[in-house]
């Protein structure tokens, strides 16, 4: 009974020792500019537009392997669903999509407001 005690607590301290070695090399990344794309569909008959210039960026703080180079985030507005189908304004949460094994180290992002509209001009036909 005592050697079954002692290979489990041997075998969970090197589980939480291994476990503390691979976490002490993440490394949190304040990411001030990620601007904010949109994913439409193909056939998409409006135009989104932020309503001022820093509206299309957000700040994000993710946690991650160390690298000499900040992560590649993408963060955007899925317009796929169709739950924005009309001229006008909106606010819709953003989507953020983060590199293996990265995490984001804040709640997430708020949602953006846009708006809606249809283009300037029609494209000639081929």
Known sequence: MFD?????AVALGLA????LYARSFDKVYELPEVPVHFLCPADF???P??????????????????????????AFVDLIQGHCSAPGSYHQP???????????AQEPP????????????ACPAP
């Open 45 to 47: 008959p409006l135009r």
């Open 49 to 74: 537009k932020f309503p001022h210039k820093g509206a299309g960026r957000i700040s994000l703080r993710v946690r991650g392997p160390s690298r000499i180079e900040p992560p590649k985030v993408y």
């Open 94 to 104: 953003v989507q953020i999509q983060l590199p293996k094994d990265f995490e984001l």
């Open 4 to 8: 079954r005690i002692l290979s489990l």
């Open 16 to 19: 939480l020792l291994i476990w």
């Open 110 to 121: 708020r949602g953006v407001s846009f708006q809606l509209a249809p283009p300037d001009r």
